[in-house]
């Protein structure tokens, strides 16, 4: 049978990962919210240690191969969790990965920039690279062309993975599969869902997820979770990459002007920054649910559902299914301060 989404299946991809993830219900902190909670287990993609990343690099890493390249670039934050995969993607198809940390948080610990994702980058041989700045992707994105250059140069075949949006958002495409993935599993369930909640940083899965229902008639709103720009940069960021992949679909129209909805309300004081709504949302999944998040990325996310549940957008007994998108390894570079909070924190 034919699927709307059957132009996907043109665009080059290498299996990188585990899917279907598993789909769980929350049996413990759905109730606690209120709502009847699904978490779609991104976090369990599989390749040295998951998260969405994984889905978004398998196209990146179809079309570096696709063009013989031997060398992949990425740039990120110190703890990205893109440039950890990407590092572990090359060591498994057998190339070389040079990734670039930008500057883009500040007041950070030690173990910031010695554990978590950069320790497994260092573990995973990647040449590691720095950039003095943490919020101008198109700089950072001549930076790295800068460096192909000289790599071909040297007789290497670079490919660089862009942050900022190009024409053909290949990364979202791996989240246009994972919609597919989610609503199967929920017909299977016999369930359907009211909503859907993620972080939206990139924009990669959370245009893809809403390009990819739309395009296969699930109409639940989607709601994205500010975790790096306010909800006017961010709301115009989605749309943008939304856009470019109805053109990369050939879904012309199908651009979703009016379809995009994210909230700032827990963004405060800023990327890779935490404040009590992101810490109440990691101690309630942990205690409720055994369910760790991370601080930069589905900690917040789970504070702005929460934040949805309280104020209303998300009625009390819907049915939700939350992304968790992974980031785990963040979890011990934020140890510093993570661990004073903890000792304080009441056991429930
Ligand atoms: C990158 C990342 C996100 C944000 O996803 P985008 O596709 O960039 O919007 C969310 N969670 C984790 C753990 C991430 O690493």
């Given at each position: 049978m034919s699927s709307p989404l059957d132009v996907v299946a043109r665009f080059p991809r290498v299996r990188l990962g585990h899917a279907p993830t598993p789909l769980e219900p929350a049996r413990n902190l759905g109730p606690a919210l209120g709502i009847e909670l699904w978490i779609?287990?991104?976090?369990?993609?599989?390749?040295?240690?998951?998260?969405?990343k994984v889905r978004q690099l398998e196209f990146h890493f179809g079309e570096a191969r696709s063009r013989g390249a031997d060398t992949v670039l990425v740039t990120g934050a110190v703890q990205s969790n893109l440039v950890r995969v990407a590092a572990a993607a090359a060591r498994r198809l057998d190339m070389t990965a040079h990734i670039q940390l930008e500057d883009?948080?500040?007041?950070?610990?030690e173990l910031y920039r010695t554990s978590g994702n950069l320790l497994l980058d260092r573990m995973l041989g990647a040449t590691l690279h720095t950039f003095p700045?943490?919020?101008d992707e198109g700089a950072a994105d001549q930076a790295m062309e800068r460096r192909a250059a000289a790599l071909a140069a040297e007789g290497r075949k670079p490919y660089v993975v862009h942050s900022a949006p190009g024409p053909?958002?290949?990364?979202?495409l791996g989240y246009v599969l994972a919609a597919e993935e989610i609503k199967v599993q929920a017909r299977e369930i016999g369930i359907g869902f009211d909503a859907a909640v993620t972080a939206s940083g990139s924009a990669l899965t959370h245009a893809g997820l809403l390009a990819g229902w739309r395009a296969l008639g699930e109409w639940m709103p989607v709601l994205g979770i500010c975790v790096r720009r306010d909800a006017i940069r961010q709301a115009a960021r989605v749309t943008e990459v939304v856009c470019a992949l109805a053109r990369a679909l050939r879904?012309?129209?199908?651009?979703g002007e009016g379809d995009v909805e994210v909230s700032d309300?827990?963004?405060?004081?800023?990327?890779?920054k935490l404040n009590d709504a992101v810490r109440e949302a990691m101690a309630l999944a942990a205690h409720h649910e055994g369910l760790l998040l991370d601080p930069v990325y589905t900690g917040r996310a789970m504070a702005g559902l929460i934040h949805h549940v309280r104020t209303g957008r998300?009625?009390?007994?819907s049915r939700v299914v939350f992304i968790h998108?992974?980031?785990?390894?963040?979890l011990f570079a934020y140890g510093e301060s993570l661990g004073p909070w903890l000792s304080e924190a009441p056991t429930r």
């Amino acid at each position: 049978m034919s699927s709307p989404l059957d132009v996907v299946a043109r665009f080059p991809r290498v299996r990188l990962g585990h899917a279907p993830t598993p789909l769980e219900p929350a049996r413990n902190l759905g109730p606690a919210l209120g709502i009847e909670l699904w978490i779609k287990r991104d976090d369990c993609t599989g390749l040295a240690l998951g998260g969405n990343k994984v889905r978004q690099l398998e196209f990146h890493f179809g079309e570096a191969r696709s063009r013989g390249a031997d060398t992949v670039l990425v740039t990120g934050a110190v703890q990205s969790n893109l440039v950890r995969v990407a590092a572990a993607a090359a060591r498994r198809l057998d190339m070389t990965a040079h990734i670039q940390l930008e500057d883009r948080v500040d007041d950070t610990g030690e173990l910031y920039r010695t554990s978590g994702n950069l320790l497994l980058d260092r573990m995973l041989g990647a040449t590691l690279h720095t950039f003095p700045v943490g919020e101008d992707e198109g700089a950072a994105d001549q930076a790295m062309e800068r460096r192909a250059a000289a790599l071909a140069a040297e007789g290497r075949k670079p490919y660089v993975v862009h942050s900022a949006p190009g024409p053909v958002p290949l990364g979202a495409l791996g989240y246009v599969l994972a919609a597919e993935e989610i609503k199967v599993q929920a017909r299977e369930i016999g369930i359907g869902f009211d909503a859907a909640v993620t972080a939206s940083g990139s924009a990669l899965t959370h245009a893809g997820l809403l390009a990819g229902w739309r395009a296969l008639g699930e109409w639940m709103p989607v709601l994205g979770i500010c975790v790096r720009r306010d909800a006017i940069r961010q709301a115009a960021r989605v749309t943008e990459v939304v856009c470019a992949l109805a053109r990369a679909l050939r879904r012309e129209g199908a651009c979703g002007e009016g379809d995009v909805e994210v909230s700032d309300a827990v963004l405060s004081p800023g990327y890779g920054k935490l404040n009590d709504a992101v810490r109440e949302a990691m101690a309630l999944a942990a205690h409720h649910e055994g369910l760790l998040l991370d601080p930069v990325y589905t900690g917040r996310a789970m504070a702005g559902l929460i934040h949805h549940v309280r104020t209303g957008r998300i009625a009390a007994g819907s049915r939700v299914v939350f992304i968790h998108t992974g980031g785990l390894p963040a979890l011990f570079a934020y140890g510093e301060s993570l661990g004073p909070w903890l000792s304080e924190a009441p056991t429930r």
